[in-house]
């Protein structure tokens, strides 16, 4: 569990201060994987609908809604309307029969009223006719029969009005009075109305889901025009969280999406300035560091130089000396070769701690890379046999980091746990690590000694991975007092080491974005150096190795 939480604390990236490497934020997508982890801070793992998809879903629903509420408000008019004038014209048919049917009515004549009704049009839905006198007397009735029509369920009647001349005194002119004398009723049927006005709503209907169909095209057409620069934005978004600083945003669509692409574009304009501002000032700072560390080196570079000097100075004096037999010779030289050879080491150590560190990265794929380095170790170190490489993942893992600066790297941690137990085995060892940094709480996965199960990341959720590589070896370890001093410059408990082997590491792994710590070995024996570096996109090392 300590380790557990010694990862969790170191999990988190060293800033370059000699090269920018690529976003910190990781993706590890692997090839086996088929669908990426998706873990959001809130803990919701479903995938939110689009903006372009919430905009059709909502223009379709109202659209429709409206379309519908239309329809039925034009519909309920129009059959009320109908309906109206439908009941005002068979009441001016009744009107008309009862003007016709006065005189026959006023003489009780039966004939004459069948008469004057006979003038009424023949309608399928007029399908009674019922004349009665001022008593109610019924004079004439007329029904159709049961199979053409059903009984009428609807009425309308006509007073039969006839007009009478009254009284008038000497000299005045005699006034009339209206009276009625009957009723005209006809009965009628709505099928044929209901057929109509079933016919209309049928048409409405028709129209509603044109104007719907069109309404929505339409609508779709400009939630795409309005939701594609965003894609577009999108897609530069996710090339820029690549580590591709050199896209810019596609301007076109409407006003609001071309600024906001304008902007998007000024924002990478100015972070690139501030990446090439970042660069001379880390140059400057780097060339600060190795310039104060050169009066701190040059005390030790005259110490360490002094003593191979003197043995040499001994040697040249052997060699002024006659040795008849050759063996003072012969032992003078080999001083001297292996003192030269030291003060070339020291030198070499200086001119490569003293320089900044530039890294020219390329994509890659670490496990690759970390197979080669060791194969290329067990050949050319001094114990290299003893070196074991633990079963590397079968997933890929892509980083963007120079593989000889990393090399040069891990080959400094390997000489030094080869010489730290002459006889031990070295043990090299992989895993992925993950970093929830949406929520700032880190969540590991397949973190662990002997726990190595790489995840599939997506980059939207925030999570980040890192690459892991530890090595352990069988010896006496690090005392607790040494510790904190074992990546400082010149700090060494070998007797010729010059103390730049550990600094070196760190300041090269620093260089891509990572980190390196020292904790004990397994039951707390031994070292163990754990490197952790950044995971990049899949996507960006398909293309690079494309």
């Known amino acids: 569990m300590a380790n557990i939480h010694r990862r969790f604390e170191s999990s988190a990236p060293v800033e370059d201060l000699h090269e920018r490497g690529g976003p910190e934020s990781a993706i590890f997508q692997g090839p086996s994987s088929p669908e990426p982890v998706r873990s959001t801070p809130g803990g919701n793992s479903r995938q939110r609908p689009s903006l372009g998809r919430r905009l059709i879903l909502a223009g379709t629903a109202l659209l429709t809604v409206t379309a519908v509420l239309v329809a039925a408000l034009g519909a309920h008019t129009t059959a009320a309307f109908l309906t109206a004038r ?129 309404s929505v095209g339409v609508y779709g057409w400009m939630a795409r025009n309005l939701t594609q620069p965003l894609r577009r934005l999108e897609a530069v978004a996710q090339e820029v969280a690549h580590g591709r600083l050199e896209v810019r945003a596609p301007e076109g669509g409407f006003r609001e999406t071309n600024q906001v692409a304008s902007m998007f574009n000024f924002m990478l304009d100015a972070l690139a300035r501030r990446e090439k501002d970042l660069e001379r000032l880390n140059a400057r700072l780097a060339r600060r560091e190795a310039l104060a560390e050169v009066g701190r080196f040059s005390s030790m570079v005259a110490h360490e130089i002094k ?7 001994g040697s040249l004096q052997a ?8 063996t003072a010779h012969a032992t003078a030289l080999r001083f001297m ?46 114990g290299g046999e003893r070196l074991v490489v633990q079963p590397l993942p079968r997933q890929a893992a892509s980083g963007r980091f120079d593989p000889a600066l990393m090399e040069t790297a891990l080959g400094h941690l390997v000489r030094n746990a080869l010489e730290a137990d002459p006889r031990g085995t070295v043990r090299l060892e992989t895993w992925v690590e993950m970093e929830n940094r949406g929520s700032g709480v880190a969540g590991l ?53 010059s ?48």
């Not at 060699?319 to 050759?326: A, I, S, T, Y």
């Not at 090269?508 to 039951?523: C, F, K, L, Q, R």
């Not at 070292?527 to 690079?544: D, K, L, N």
Request: proline letters at 5%.
């Open 86 to 214: 439908y009941r005002e014209h068979l009441q001016g048919l009744a009107e008309y029969a009862a003007m016709h049917a006065e005189l026959g009515i006023l003489l009780q004549d039966s004939q004459m009223v069948r008469n004057a009704v006979a003038a009424l049009p023949d309608r399928p839905d007029l399908v009674g006719v019922i004349v009665v006198d001022q008593d109610g007397r019924v004079l004439y009735t007329h029904m159709k029969e049961a199979p053409v029509m059903e009984e009428p369920s609807h009425w309308v009647e006509a007073p039969v009005w006839t007009r009478e001349v009254q009284e008038a005194g000497p000299g005045l002119e005699a006034g009339t009075t209206r009276r009625q004398v009957g009723t005209v009723r006809l009965g009628y049927s709505l099928n044929v109305l209901q057929h109509l006005l079933w016919k209309l709503g049928l048409r409405f209907g028709l129209i509603t889901v044109g104007v719907i169909l069109v």
């Open 307 to 313: 003593n191979p000097l003197t043995i040499i100075r």
């Open 319 to 326: 060699l002024r000396r006659p040795d008849p037999e050759g």
């Open 337 to 382: 070769e292996e003192e030269t050879a030291r003060i070339d080491r020291l030198v070499g150590d200086f001119l490569l701690f003293a320089k900044p560190i530039v890294a020219h990265k390329r994509v890659g794929d670490w496990n690759q890379w970390l197979q080669r380095a060791a194969e290329k170790m067990r050949l050319m170190a001094d």
């Open 445 to 497: 996965r397949g973190c662990g000694v002997g726990v190595k199960e790489p995840a599939a990341v997506d980059w939207e959720t925030g999570v980040a991975a890192w690459w892991c590589v530890a090595v352990e070896d069988e010896g006496p370890g690090i005392p607790e007092e040494h510790r904190a001093k074992v990546f400082e410059p010149f700090f060494t408990t070998k007797a010729k080491g």
């Open 499 to 546: 103390g730049l082997g550990l600094a070196m590491v760190r300041r090269i792994v620093e260089s891509h974005g990572g980190s390196v710590d020292w904790e004990p070995g397994a039951e707390g024996k031994g070292s163990r150096f754990v490197v952790r570096v950044p995971v990049v996109g899949g996507r960006g090392a398909e293309e690079q190795r494309g």
